[in-house]
DNA sequence: ATGTCC
């Protein structure tokens, strides 16, 4: 397999059986995964390969080995010439995302009860394994209430405000979401943790507004430089980790049934208008739904802790998933083509004047919110025009080192003390949790949005410095 | 990512 440099964040990999389309990977020479160790490139031209693909198997700049697709990968199948969806397009953690709000105080204001806010937030987050979570619910009624409304739901019983809504992916809820769908055991598991961050790379983050490179854009979006702003990164945790199994699991058996060889079997998918596909969408849609009340419930939480030790307030900026599969509509071959648009460690980019925008974005464009590695920068960056891969960019940093491997070469102790030296308060859950997440196991966060930018992906709007983090 | 293998 050859990779071919088109432009300098542009590189190929060239059709060859069984791929339908080529591989396109937006990367620099220095984030390019390594051909001869790396099996992240194979699975971009092993994702190529499914049915219905059309123009070509993407990859982000962060991009990493995930399971069948590669984390940074973007897929998109054509629904009417029978286009496949795939869970492991979508990955584990169904609409994981990040959700910015940003606080009407600065920096300086903030210092003095720095602690004590950590202190608040550190009490007032539940994360980490097995442990409990802000909402309790009265029965799978209301799980299903949850799975049908997502934020809207959670905003409608009292935690948060319309205003909230209008700045959400989808206005808070996917449409599609069947809880039918969902299996006993992914309620089961998801019963008790409804508003809580879960583990990983999962973090609430204080975070300043260090540099704004659109002032228009930051505007719109509600952030000046010197700025205090709450980053919230999470996901569905094991309600999405379930479905995800079921359903894998149901399409694994149906292939044969279609026609369909994949050339690796956790690329299990079905046609997207088949009892299967169709099943699976909504069982995802469900997930996506839970993944965005978690957030919200998460926010809520955060606000009433700033509201206690600062008196200020937190407005949602936005909330976007990157780990989605969506039915969009998107120019092909000078057609227009309803798609099944994957995006696994990959986030929406809709540029100014995209439809799908609130009144108060359409004319600058979609908050793009790109957290990176533990102790440096997060972004904010927005779509542009014309962008190739279906209007998607990076999602984070991208792993270069296991969570095993990370874990060899510092404790989680001594990782603390640095990011405290650096200014950085740090409230953990668990130290091989926080040594698992050492910046030195991930890729350069500016060298990513430096690649995304320059391949024309989206566009820079603001950067964000760490001032604290609560760890999953 | 994940009751890190029902």
């Not at 014309?386 to 510092?410: E, M, V, W, Y």
């Amino acid at each position: 397999m050859d990779l071919v440099e088109e432009t300098p964040y542009r590189f190929r990999i060239d059709r060859h059986d069984p791929m339908r389309v080529p591989g396109v990977v937006f990367a620099s020479r220095d984030l390019m995964p390594d051909l001869g160790t790396d099996k992240s490139l194979a699975q971009v031209a092993n994702v190529a390969a499914l049915p219905g693909i059309v123009a070509a198997s993407y990859a982000m700049p962060d991009l990493h080995w995930g399971y069948g697709f590669p984390i940074g990968g973007v897929a998109a199948t054509d629904v009417a010439a029978d286009g496949v969806v795939s869970p492991g397009g979508v990955g584990f953690d169904i609409s994981c995302g990040v959700r910015l709000l940003a606080a009407d105080l600065d920096l300086a204001g903030l210092r003095p009860v720095l602690d004590p806010l950590m202190d608040g937030l550190d009490v007032a987050i539940p994360r980490g394994m097995g442990k409990g979570a802000v909402w309790q619910l009265t029965g799978r009624a209301q799980l299903d209430e949850v799975l049908r409304g997502g934020s809207r739901y959670a905003v409608e019983q009292g935690h948060g405000v319309e205003r909230d809504l209008h700045r959400c992916e989808d206005y808070g809820a996917v449409s599609e979401a069947d809880p039918g769908q969902v299996s006993g055991r992914a309620v089961e598991r998801g019963q008790g943790q409804v508003g809580s961050l879960g583990s990983g790379n999962h973090f609430l983050e204080v975070q300043a507004v260090d540099q704004v490179y659109d002032e228009r854009a930051a505007t719109a979006f509600g952030l000046r430089t010197g700025q205090v702003c709450v980053m919230i990164h999470c996901g569905s945790r094991g309600m999405g980790h379930q479905i995800c199994t079921d359903h894998v699991r149901v399409m694994e058996t149906v292939m044969p049934r279609y026609g369909i060889t994949v050339p690796d079997r956790q690329l299990a998918c079905a046609p997207v208008s088949s009892p299967e596909g169709r099943g699976y969408l909504g069982a995802m849609a469900a997930a996506a739904n839970y993944a965005r009340a978690n957030r919200q419930l998460l926010t809520e939480s955060a606000r009433r802790v700033f509201d206690r030790v600062t008196g200020c307030r937190l407005d949602l900026v936005y909330d976007i998933s990157h780990n989605l599969a969506k039915i969009e509509t998107h120019g092909v071959d000078g057609g227009r083509r309803e798609l099944c648009v994957h995006r696994k460690g990959a986030t929406r980019a809709l540029p100014s004047g995209h439809p799908d925008l609130p009144d108060d974005l359409r004319a600058v464009g979609q908050p793009v919110l790109i957290p990176g590695s533990m102790g440096t920068p997060s972004y904010v960056l927005t779509g542009v025009p014309d962008a190739p891969a279906f209007a998607s960019t990076c999602h984070g940093a991208g792993r270069t080192q296991s969570r095993k491997q990370a874990t060899t070469s510092i404790r989680g102790q001594d990782l603390r003390r640095q990011l405290e030296a650096h200014n950085i308060a740090v409230r953990g859950a668990s130290w091989r949790g926080l040594a698992e997440e050492k910046p030195e196991a991930y890729k350069d966060i500016n060298a990513v949005v430096d690649a995304a930018e320059g391949a024309g992906l989206c566009r820079r709007v603001a950067r964000l410095v760490p001032v604290g983090v609560v760890k999953g």
